[in-house]
């Protein structure tokens, strides 16, 4: 592996045409949302756009109507946000803390907590519907954005605890032991010593969840009524039309609108994210 | 002194009044209500239901669930088992028997007596909104399955001039367009479209057999030369359709359709909607009735209903009154059809007058022939002839045959004898 | 000597702070972590007990032993949805495995712009499995995608309509999964590459070795449990994919493409038949045993002789 001598041009070919690969289906959805409706039902929906315009734009975002709301997806989009970023600061500060005492603080039984904890990583989500419904119910939360958020946070715990758990692992136990014999006590172990060595950890615990949350369906069209709703069940109801012809235009559009929040976190937080599994996140 | 007395009077005949008012407006009807019509003609016809409904004095909260029928029903569930019903929420066929067990419904009997109502509902819809002999639900629109719709444009150019009456006569023309370069069938690939295929097959070749065979579920029917007959029908509709289609609506294809690319299309009544929303007339294409080889008017209903979930709070009760005498009068539903290009579900519903379409008006006079013929069934593919699991299971095999070519008519013919009990 | 005094100072400490000492660590520990393992244990009970039961629309107590399992195992939807987990689960993981270990290969190579091509790689990642279901049904539409697009630039036979083909469409699946997910697998094989101790690579090229076989020989070995974590976590996405064919092939053409996930969404919500939607689910978490167990150990076995 020469890793002083510069790339020869067949590596550059290679890296261009896959790259193709992977912008092909942006770069389709980015010119059909720039294409009026009328259109698509013309030409192929692939294609070079004939007339741009920013109407889509316009439509998705303020005026699209759902039934009787007109609102666009602006307010779905605000719902996502109130209910991801709680859930994804909450999940991982938690995910941290159980980590850690998983893996330096050690405890009778943790092994068999932490592999119930791994299960959950497994568990379908579709099996969890029925059972949250009750849990909800009994807790009172039942078609709140709060609800959401306390079945995100616990079904995120999982991940964020395997992570976290996996980086930690890494932190030699005898650093803790002379802390513990210094006489610090757990918080300030965690806050002192593992926290600051955290941050790798906490943005790749970050960039996963706040991604899986914000595109989470099923419970945000279940869980959540009307205006409520997160920006996910917006687009399933741009694009579930029976008995009209699909308007590609706006959904694109749509689409785009809602990808916003989450490709600005991996373009903005990609290098950390390797940097944090460089670190050590899978063991 | 005049004055002043006059003042105080007022000012006294307000303090009286001003309760008055406050109490009517805490009472003021209000529904919750749930369905799955969020876009499309649909959505536009039931904003246009909740301007009435307010119109009428009523408060409207109306929450579409995106998505398909499944979501809706997910949503409602939840909302049944948390203990919160909303007042109304769209329901149908014999889902309305089934659902009315898990949590307590109203009684409509009252309301519906009140307005005569029930003189005025075709009899196998009737029986299935009231399925414990009380009526819980109220049916809103209607539609036919079994129509033809075929493009003036693609008749023309193989010389036809009328719509095929029997299976034969389709058989015929298909063949002709097939010859002349013309699809035959512009078809989805959506589950319920296949299985709405079969079933009007079976359905012309013997109304007959589709009672006993779909909705009876009797098994001798299910294994009888009919139903094989009609696999092999819906045989032949699969290779006349367009082979690209995949997993769509087939309104994708109207463009192509008007343009004489596709020659015809079998589909319930809305699918005129597509057509005019497409930007297309009246003059683009013909429609009528499904061929029907005992020449005799049938027709398979599909009807969407509304179902009252019990409440406590005394405004959701005044509301779920007033919006059900609102959908039992011919104004409304006469309004609601306008949009969405059903047909009212009264019979006393007149459709010469303008505003209603050709094929609305042979809609409604096909009902009227076909309960006169008594050869009114209930649709399969759209939820009306059997509860949810014994669909699902008999839609599984039909939407394989369409797609699947080496599955033989005989073969799936015992699948779906199978598949039925195995669903039950 | 201070060490000791301090030692000596928490010993003789008042019995309420060495209370205070172990019970708030016991605070901060337990309740996440009960939440966690407790809402996994008894919402896989609670399935198991409905699966047992015959509840249709709601939750209903009855027993009706093994017929929900038996009615479900007989259904052509249960026996095409698990050939189809084979199918779809070999060729996606190792698609996106390669295919991942080959972009991280190429970004190894120092070129330049590293950080665009590695957004470029990642950005899928980012989108929803809806989305991407979405956007690749119109592009591996014939009608309106690819295909038409190749025939409309004069290649008339060209023909990629795996889409509507029943026995193709399953690898339309694999291809948007893989364009999904191998961005993620990239990033794992690239931090497992960048980790390779530096000297050994040094020590074996001065040792002449060319650049294939330093690969072959140093490299890869060491990413041998990288490659297994990996594949395990894609496995358990390939197991659990649902939107991702509810929003690509809608289970079609035909039933052509149900999974175990369509299987469960089926049977508990479309058909109102919650027991035997949960015997489909217990059945589908036996699958995922059947993967995990066996890695729980091996990591196990490996720590134990590490």
Redo the contacts between chains.
Sequence with gaps: MNRQAQPGWAIYALLVLLAAFFLTPFVVVVLTSLRPN?EM??HSLIGWPHAITLQNYSMAWGQF????RCTGVAPYIMNSLLMTVPATIISTLLGAVAGFSVALWRFRGDTVVFGLVLVGVFLPEQMR??PW??V??DIGL??TIAGLVVVHVVQGLSFTTLFCRNYYTAIPQDLIKAARIDGAGFYRIFWRIILPLSPPILIVCTIWQFTGIWNEFLYG???L??LD?PIT??????S???????QYGVQSAAVLLAAVPTLAVYLFGGKYFMRGLTAGAVR | MVDLSRRAVLAGSAAVAIPGVARAQAGKPRLTM??Q???????AA??AL?KLFEQNGGI?Q???????T??M???L????????PPAASQLKGP?IA??S??APTVDLDGVVAAAGYEAFVAPELAALHKPYGHWIALPLQLYRINTLFASKKAMDKVGATKLPGTWAEFNDLAGKMKAAGIIPLANG???WD?GMKWEIALNGISPAAYRKAVMELDTDALMGPEVLAAFEQTRKLADWM????????W??Q??PFIRGEMGMVLMGG?AQ??II???FTFADFLSGPAPQDNGRASYIMNADAFIFWQQKAADLQAGQQLFAKLIMQLPTQEMYSHI?GSIPVRTDADLSGTGWSDAQRSSAQGLKDAVKEKQVVLSLAHNMAQ???IT??MI??L??????KDLQPKEAQQ?LAD?ID??R | MPRDDFAERVREAPRRRRFWDAILPALAIWPPLILSAGHVVVFTLWTAWLSFTPS???PEAGYVGWHNYT?VM????FHVAYVNLVIFGVCFVVATSALGLLLAILLDQRVRGENVFRTIFLYPMAISFVVTGTIW?WL?????GI?RLVQGWGWTGFRF?W??D?DMAIYTLVIAGAWQAAGFAMALFLAGLRSVDGEIIKAAQIDGAGAWRIYRRVVLPTMGPIVLAVMVILLQMAIKTFDLVRAL????????TNMPATVVY?FM?????IGRGAAAAMLMLLALVVVIVPYQLYQRWRGRSA
């Design positions: 009328q039902a013309q109507c759902i039934a009787e519907l029925i419904v009750i909800l119910r039942s078609n069209v279940t869980f009524t009307g709703q069940a917006a687009i399933i109801a741009i579930a039309t029976v008995t009209t012809t699909p | 749930i369905t019509w969020s876009a499309g003609s649909d959505g039931i904003t909740g409207w109306h929450s579409p669930v995106p998505g398909f499944t979501d029903m997910n949503k569930r939840a909302e049944i088992m948390a203990g919160d889902e089934a659902w067990k898990i690939g959506i589950r296949d367009n082979p690209s289609i995949a997993a769509q609506s309104s994708v109207v463009a809305w909607g597509n929303n497409g930007g969405t509860p949810n699991p699902a299971a599984d095999v939407t394989e045959f369409v797609h699947n699948r598949a195995s669903a | 249709t629309l709601l009615n007989g259904t052509r939807n049904s591996l539409n014939p009608g309106i295909q309509d889409l509507v029943r092939t809608g289970g079609g053409p035909g039933i052509a089926d919500f479309q058909r109102g038949q």
